[in-house]
């Protein structure tokens, strides 16, 4: 067998490896409707319905919904089916409280051991999360991106895998559903979002000044700031409610 041979039968080997599997597939296909909005919180997903629709087995469609539901994006309801979880105001508030404490303890670590050159990212991104904030066509949906992208950042400055691990699982699992559904509600008006670039203004300065204790605070209260946004929406958008 030639090199070229080898190396190309090597290669052929680990892409088939990583190619995705067809529950795989389809796992992504309902995951982007319900993104999507295309299926709502607590509408039922009939096993029959997608077999048909993705021309698949329904084994494959089983498969695919028992990879959702391990996600926490759908729940199996005995006697029914499965259908597409629609997650409550208790949940909301336990996962951003928990998301802050993680958030607080990250802020806290890296403000004491900033890896090198990471205070100065840090304070600029803050800058631009004030410019986007200031810009009154900055959609919603582009700030929280990019206000999600800083907490990884933070949270990827932390040493050991541990937290960041704990933190994106809350993410996958939980709140990102919200956040997807309800179309980054927590950053509808410029008011929040200059309100929001203000606290991680706060959160750099407490970091660059090595400030622990402070960077902790400011961090925790950036996340309950978040969720008041996100419960205020909530109630606004339940019927018979006021707009916003």
């Known amino acids: 067998m030639s090199g070229a041979n080898a190396y190309f039968e090597k290669e052929t080997t680990q892409i088939g490896r990583l190619a995705k599997s067809l529950p795989e597939q389809v796992a992504e296909s309902l995951l982007k409707a319900i993104h999507d909005g295309a299926l709502a919180p607590g509408e039922r997903l009939k096993e029959e319905t997608y077999a048909e629709l993705f021309a698949v087995s329904r084994s494959t469609v089983r498969e695919a919904m028992a990879l959702l539901e391990r996600r926490g994006v759908v729940e199996r309801i005995p006697r029914y089916g499965v259908r597409v979880i629609a997650v409550d105001a208790e949940e909301i508030e336990e996962i951003f409280n928990i998301r802050a404490q993680l958030l607080g303890l990250a802020a806290r670590l890296v403000a004491e051991r900033p890896p090198e050159g990471f205070v100065p990212s840090l304070l600029e991104r803050a800058g631009e999360l004030r410019a986007r904030a200031d810009e009154a066509d900055t959609s919603p949906a582009d700030y929280a991106s990019l206000s999600i992208d800083t907490q990884r950042m933070l949270i990827g400055a932390c040493p050991g895998k541990r ?31 200059r309100e929001s670039a203000a606290d991680w203004a706060r959160l750099a300065q407490a970091v660059a000044a090595g400030d622990g204790e402070a960077a902790e605070r400011a961090a925790k209260a950036l996340l309950h700031a978040s969720y008041r946004a996100v419960a205020a929406g909530m109630n606004a958008d339940e019927p018979g409610s006021s707009p916003a």
């Not at 960041?164 to 509808?188: H, M, N, P």
Request: no cysteine.
């Open 163 to 193: 937290l960041r691990t704990i933190y994106e699982g809350l993410s996958d699992q939980a709140l990102w559903r919200y956040a997807i559904r309800e179309k980054s509600v927590s950053f509808r008006t410029q008011q929040r979002r």
